[in-house]
Every structure is written in C-alpha cells, then in structure tokens.
C-alpha cells in the first residue's frame, strides 16, 4: 500500500531535492498516509541509503547536507499534523533536549521534540551543539523532569557521558532523569553511562518520557 509514494519519499532524500520532498510530503497528507508513517517508512529510509552510500565513499558531505536539507522541507511539512493529532492537553512534564557539544545533527532530536510536544510534554528545545552544562542549567531553571541528549557520531557519545556528569555535580538527580538516544546509542551504553533510559526512535522517546515521570 502506498508503495509508489513512499518511494517518491525516498528518492527526494536520496537526489537532495527539498520541493520534491516537500511536494511527497505534501502528497502523503492529502491521501491520509499517517505522517509519522510517512517519516519512518519514506524518508528515513531515504537518509539511511544516502547514510551508507556516504560510508562507502560513493557520495560526498555536500550530498549529505542536501539530503539533510530535503529532510527538514519534508518534516515541516508534515510537523503541523503529527502536533494536531496529539490530543493530550494537560502537561505531563518539563523536557530539555538538545543535541550535544560538537554534534549539529538536528533532525531526529527534532522528531523527537515534536512527538515529546504532541504527546503533552513541555519541551526545551537548546537545539545543536549544545554545551554540557547547559542542559544541567536549563533543568534547574525550568524545574525540568527529564533531559533528553541526542548524539549520532561515535565521538560525540562521550558528551552524552558528560552530561549524566554534570547533572549529577549540580545535584539534580535522582530527581531529574536522564534519557540518551542517536544511531550510535544502544541500552548497553546508556546503561553504562549511568543514563535512566535509551529510546531506538522518537515513539520510543515518547513512551520512556511517558514511563519515567510516571515513576
Ligand atoms: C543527514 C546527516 C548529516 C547532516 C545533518 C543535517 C541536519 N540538519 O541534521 C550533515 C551533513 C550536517 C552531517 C554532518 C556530518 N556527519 Co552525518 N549523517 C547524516 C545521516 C545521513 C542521517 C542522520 C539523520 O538525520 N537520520 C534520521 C533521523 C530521524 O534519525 P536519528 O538521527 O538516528 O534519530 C532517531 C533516533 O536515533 C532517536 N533519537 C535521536 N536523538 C535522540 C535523543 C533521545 C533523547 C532519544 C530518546 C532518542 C533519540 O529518535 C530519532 C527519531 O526517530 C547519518 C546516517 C544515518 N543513517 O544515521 C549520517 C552520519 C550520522 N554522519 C556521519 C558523519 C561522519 C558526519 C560528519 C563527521 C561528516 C564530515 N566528514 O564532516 C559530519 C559531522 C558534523 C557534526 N559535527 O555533527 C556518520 C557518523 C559515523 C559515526 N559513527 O560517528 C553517519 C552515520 C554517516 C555514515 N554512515 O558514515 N550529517
């Protein structure tokens, strides 16, 4: 089912095309493809061949940014729906998320972001490259229940460590909780760093969001 639009998802990641993928995205609404479906089954796939053909040395950074830029047009798009259809109105939590220190991949932290937001949490987006004691001094002036940090480079990861660090050093936790997620991130790891959940993808963040502050 759908079969012929996902894979016009797909392509318009792979080719860097921002208004084709814009125009899939906007094709995918108007025939009532759920838009989350629209993310997991056409686009992403779209950045993990771009992802591998980049690993292989087939294709080059510039190729990556656009495949990037092309995810951005699609998700905007798509965004304003995934908000309407959560229709959860009270606040479950306070969430600060953000990409860590020397990492600027944005787009799954933002999918992330949007469900977290449509699921009923308040969220504190510091966006990318976000320094380490920013996310401790963030949680502690809007009273956060959880922080959230996105990592996708094996280098990078470390700062995820550091994190659990620093808020542990401004006295913030066991109260505030710490979920990781990002390629690279696995259960081992965030078990490892001292972490109190790891989410594979943004619905997995939603329900480990969901679960911990229910704690
Ligand atoms: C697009 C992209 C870029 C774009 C990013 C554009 C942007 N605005 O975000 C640009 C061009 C900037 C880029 C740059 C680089 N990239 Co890059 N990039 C990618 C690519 C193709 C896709 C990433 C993506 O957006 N995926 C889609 C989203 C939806 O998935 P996601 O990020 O994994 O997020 C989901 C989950 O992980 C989870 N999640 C994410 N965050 C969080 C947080 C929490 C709290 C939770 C619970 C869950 C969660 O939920 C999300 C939604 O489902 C990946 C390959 C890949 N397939 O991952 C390489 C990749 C990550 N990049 C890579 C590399 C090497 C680089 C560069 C170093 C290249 C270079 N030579 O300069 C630079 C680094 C720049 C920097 N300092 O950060 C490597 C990393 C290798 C490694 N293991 O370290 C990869 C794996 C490509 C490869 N196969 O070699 N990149």
């Known amino acids: 089912m759908h079969e012929e639009q996902f894979n016009a998802m797909r392509q318009s990641i792979v080719e860097g095309a921002p208004d084709g993928a814009r125009e899939a995205a906007s094709q995918a609404l108007a025939l009532g493809i759920d838009p989350l479906d629209a993310i997991n089954q056409g686009f992403v796939p779209g950045l993990n061949r771009i992802g591998e053909q980049f690993n292989r040395g087939e294709v080059f950074l510039p190729d990556l940014v656009m495949a990037g830029e092309a995810m951005k047009a699609a998700v905007a798009v798509l965004e304003p729906e995934m908000q309407k259809r959560g229709t959860q109105r009270q606040v479950l939590g306070k969430v600060v998320l953000g990409t860590v220190k ?36 963030k949680a502690r002036e809007v009273q956060a229940d959880l922080v959230g940090v996105s990592a996708l480079l094996t280098t990078t990861m470390q700062g995820q460590r550091s994190v659990v660090e620093a ?44 679960s911990l502050v229910q704690k």
């Open 102 to 137: 020397g990492d600027i991949h944005e787009i799954g932290k933002s999918l992330v972001s949007t469900l977290l937001t449509a699921s009923g949490f308040q969220v504190f987006d510091l966006g990318v490259n976000v320094p380490i004691d920013s996310f401790a001094e």
């Open 167 to 210: 808020l542990d050093r401004h006295g913030l936790r066991p109260r505030v909780k710490i979920i990781v997620g990002g390629a690279p991130v696995s259960r081992d790891w965030a078990e490892k760093i001292g972490a109190d959940g790891y989410g594979q993808d943004a619905m997995a963040a939603v329900a480990l969001a969901k």
